[in-house]
Nanobody
C-alpha cells in the first residue's frame, strides 16, 4: 500500500509564500496522477491543482496565477508552491494519488494565513 506524507504547512502572513511537499512511499508515484486538495471545516473537499504523469497541470480558478504544482519523479515527491497567500487559503491541504482503481490520501498539512 502506497503511503503519502505531506509537509511544509505553517503560519504565514497574507502575501507570503509556502511550499508544500508530499512524498510517496513507492515508485508507482511516477505513473500516477497527483493532486492537492483542501478542506475547510464544514465544507466539501476542494480540488486545488492536479498534475498528470506526463506533466499536464490544472488549477482551481481561485488559485490560478498564485499556486504552482510540480513533481520530481526521481524523489517520488509532489510539490505545491503557494505565493500571494490570502487568509481564505487557510485550511488543511491534502495530497492525493490516483492510479488505475487505486486512490490514496495523505494525512494533511495545515496552512494558516494571517491578515
Amino acid at each position: 500500500q502506497v503511503q503519502l506524507v505531506e509537509s511544509g504547512g505553517g503560519l504565514v502572513q497574507a502575501g507570503g509564500s509556502l511550499r508544500l511537499s508530499c512524498v510517496a512511499s513507492k515508485s508507482v508515484f511516477s505513473i500516477s496522477t497527483m493532486s492537492w486538495y483542501r478542506q475547510a471545516p464544514g465544507k466539501q473537499r476542494e480540488l486545488v491543482a492536479t498534475i498528470t504523469s506526463g506533466g499536464s497541470t490544472n488549477y482551481a480558478d481561485s488559485v490560478k496565477g498564485r499556486f504552482t504544482i510540480s513533481r520530481d519523479n526521481a524523489k517520488n515527491t509532489l510539490y505545491l508552491q503557494m505565493n500571494s497567500l490570502k487568509p481564505e487559503d487557510t485550511t488543511v491541504y491534502y495530497c492525493n494519488l490516483r492510479f488505475s482503481i487505486t486512490q490514496v490520501w495523505g494525512q494533511g498539512t495545515l496552512v494558516t494565513v494571517s491578515s
